[in-house]
Every structure is written in structure tokens, then in C-alpha cells.
Nanobody
Framework: QVQLVESGGGLVQPGGSLRLSCAAS????????MGWYRQAPGKEREFVAE??????RNYADSVKGRFTIFRDGAKNMFLQMNSLKSEDTAVYYC?????????WGKGTLVTVSS
């Protein structure tokens, strides 16, 4: 089983930046993708970004051009968030798809407010 731990959440002002990290541990035979979802208060969890390979990255329209997903090796993933808006406030969850399974982190809270 793979364990995922997010970090980097916190309070940031509108227009600011924040970088989220996701560290993975455990055995992975075949990693299909890693990415991020988020869940705002009172709303359903929504897709944010995913990275399948260095050349294949996908983003939700709401964050395209502002967020960047990247990896450092096979076990560390990051989400660089720029030009943050109040509507970006949410708990952010990292995930990985591997060996035909899915693993999720417990989430890290991002609050964008003045």
C-alpha cells in the first residue's frame, strides 16, 4: 500500500502564492498518475490537476495558467499555486493511481483570504 502525506497548506492573501507538496511512501510497481483534488466548504470534491508524465499534465479550467503540477523523482509531487483567489479556498488532496489502485492523502487546508 502507498501512503501519501500532503503539506504546505496555510493562509495566503488573494494574489499570493503557495506550494503544496505530496510525499509518497510504499511499494509501487507501476505508477499511472498522480494529482490533486480539492474540496471547498459545502461543495463536492473537484479535480484540480494531474501529472501522467513530464510531458502530459492536465488541469481544471479554473486553475489553468495559475497552477503548475510537477514531480521530483517518483515519490514527491508538488502543486505550485499562483495568483490565488478566494475561490481556491479548499482542502487539497493528493492522489496516486498505481497498480490498478488509488491512494489518497488526508488533505491540507488552503485558505485564501485578506
Amino acid at each position: 500500500q502507498v501512503q501519501l502525506v500532503e503539506s504546505g497548506g496555510g493562509l495566503v492573501q488573494p494574489g499570493g502564492s503557495l506550494r503544496l507538496s505530496c510525499a509518497a511512501s510504499g511499494s509501487i510497481l507501476s505508477l499511472n498518475s498522480m494529482g490533486w483534488y480539492r474540496q471547498a466548504p459545502g461543495k463536492e470534491r473537484e479535480f484540480v490537476a494531474e501529472i501522467i508524465s513530464a510531458a502530459i499534465r492536465n488541469y481544471a479550467d479554473s486553475v489553468k495558467g495559475r497552477f503548475t503540477i510537477f514531480r521530483d523523482g517518483a515519490k514527491n509531487m508538488f502543486l505550485q499555486m499562483n495568483s490565488l483567489k478566494s475561490e481556491d479556498t479548499a482542502v487539497y488532496y493528493c492522489y496516486c493511481r498505481y497498480d490498478g489502485m488509488n491512494s489518497w492523502g488526508k488533505g491540507t487546508l488552503v485558505t485564501v483570504s485578506s
